[in-house]
T-cell receptor
Framework: EAGVAQSPRYKIIEKRQSVAFWCNPI?????LYWYQQILGQGPKLLIQ????????DSQLPKDRFSAERLKGVDSTLKIQPAKLEDSAVYLC???????????????FGDGTRLSIL | GENVEQHPSTLSVQEGDSAVIKCTYS??????FPWYKQELGKGPQLIID?????GEKKDQRIAVTLNKTAKHFSLHITETQPEDSAVYFC??????????FGTGTRLAVRP
């Protein structure tokens, strides 16, 4: 089966500009996650969707970050305005089922590497 | 919230030797523990996972052990090969369906 697709692979912008990332999960996967991975660290969850509803966005900096998953399939993550500390790899993952007891594995895309100048 | 600590941060082994990476977690309600391998420029790839009702799981050269009482779990790679060189992350899933990752272990396998 096709994996999680993300684009673009790389993005360079200046601080205070805006940027958007796109994710297409594995076909049929109801749960979609966006993670931020800063160099030398493990991924950190930003937001989780179950179908087109938000399950957890407690760690999303809502003053500058936004995400949507219209129609419960593709998702976009936006940053506006970007700050220097937003330089990171933004990873999208999907799983077939979410929930406390589902324990379905999360499958990751290759991410978008964002550099802020 | 959950806190996952991972050791060592770097590990260098001779080809053919074994490698062990250890993680501890803080939330006793955590019930799912995956391990991911991340190569340069790639996303994390799931290599093995274990659920809280199992103490050990093995898949060819890779095995994971879980000690719920002590709240720690370990990854064991036997007969290491150069292609095992990568960064390895442990993770724990606690209440709320959230995965918390460790800080990673950079494994280098010397030919």
């Amino acid at each position: 089966e096709a994996g999680v697709a993300q684009s673009p692979r790389y993005k360079i912008i200046e601080k205070r500009q805006s940027v958007a990332f796109w994710c297409n999960p594995i076909s049929g996967h109801a749960t979609l996650y966006w993670y931020q991975q800063i160099l030398g660290q493990g991924p950190k969850l930003l937001i989780q969707f179950q179908n087109n509803g938000v399950v957890d966005d407690s760690q999303l900096p809502k003053d500058r970050f936004s995400a949507e998953r219209l129609k419960g399939v593709d998702s976009t993550l936006k940053i506006q305005p970007a700050k220097l500390e937003d330089s990171a790899v933004y990873l999208c993952a999907s799983s077939s089922q979410g929930g406390l007891y589902s324990n379905q594995p999360q499958h990751f895309g290759d991410g978008t590497r964002l550099s802020i100048l | 919230g959950e806190n996952v600590e991972q050791h060592p941060s770097t590990l260098s082994v001779q080809e053919g030797d074994s490698a062990v990476i250890k993680c501890t977690y803080s939330d006793s309600a955590s019930n799912y523990f995956p391990w991911y391998k991340q190569e340069l420029g790639k996303g994390p790839q799931l290599i093995i996972d274990i659920r809280s009702n199992v103490g050990e799981k093995k898949d060819q050269r890779i095995a994971v052990t879980l000690n719920k009482t002590a709240k720690h779990f370990s990854l064991h790679i036997t007969e290491t090969q150069p292609e095992d060189s990568a960064v390895y992350f442990c993770a724990a899933k606690s209440s709320g369906d959230k995965l918390t990752f460790g800080t990673g272990t950079r494994l280098a396998v010397r030919p």
